[in-house]
């Protein structure tokens, strides 16, 4: 099956710092989210980019299918994005849906 | 539009008990999906349900199970509930219309159901 890495596992910031977090994929996929999940667990939608480049403010996201990767950028970093990044990835064809281990990010006042 | 609901938010069992977590999606989304997130495995696919149909399912034993009613509201059962069944459960709902064996689009989760198992 499709293997999925993260990376790097954790990262320790200072606020107003960029970060860029990064998602390896051994195989071809049909789609890929990225998640964030809050200190109480919730996982929140970021963006479903299986292929090119997306933005929403602070945040943007490219995948490049062809080369297995995809990345997570962050600007400006603020106190409220720490929480753990996971990215997700799965085919139309195949039977399941893999998360990476996530990216555990700390963003220091 | 509301998000997708999950209840109840914390449930304490005893081992040998079963359990049933309820899962609301996002209105006109038909397809739901199901995971468990512990600190060892991480987050794992449970079982993915479309217009009342399981399409899909992880590598869980049969005491997980799960069905989907006609208003694409979800349920998942766990029977015979052991130690190792502690986690977070995840529901997700996509506005999915493609007929593959799993959602195509974005996943939206809900809060969770935070089981633990004496």
């Known amino acids: 099956g499709i293997q999925v890495e993260q990376s790097p596992p954790d990262l320790i910031l200072q606020e107003g710092a960029n970060s860029t977090l990064r998602c390896n994929f051994s195989?071809?996929?049909?789609?890929l989210q990225w998640f964030h999940q809050n200190p109480w667990g919730q996982l929140i939608n970021l963006f479903y980019i299986p292929s090119g480049t997306k933005q929403n403010g602070r945040l943007s996201a490219t995948t490049v299918a062809t080369e297995r990767y995809s990345l997570l950028y962050i600007s400006s970093s603020q106190t409220t994005d720490s929480g753990v990044y996971f990215c997700?990835?799965?085919?139309?064809?195949?039977?399941?849906?893999?998360f990476g281990k996530g990216t555990r990010l700390h963003i220091l006042p | 539009k509301a998000g997708v609901t999950q209840t109840p938010r914390y449930l304490i069992k005893t081992r040998g008990q079963q359990v049933t977590l309820s899962c609301s999606p996002i209105?006109?989304?038909?397809?739901v999906s199901w995971y468990q997130q512990t600190p060892g495995q991480g987050l794992q696919f449970l079982f993915e349900y479309f217009s009342e149909t399981q399409r899909n399912k992880g590598n869980f034993p049969g005491r997980f199970s799960g069905r989907q009613f006609s208003n694409s509201r979800s349920e998942m059962n766990v029977s015979t509930l052991e130690l190792g069944d502690s986690a977070l459960y995840l529901c997700?709902?996509?506005?999915?219309?493609?007929?593959?064996?799993?959602?195509?689009?974005?996943?939206?989760f809900g809060p969770g159901t935070r089981l633990t198992v004496l």
């Open positions: 195989d071809s996929v049909n789609n």
């Open positions: 209105s006109g989304h038909r397809s």
């Open positions: 997700a990835v799965w085919l139309n064809r195949d039977d399941k849906i893999i």
């Open positions: 997700a709902s996509t506005l999915s219309r493609y007929r593959g064996p799993l959602p195509h689009g974005t996943q939206y």
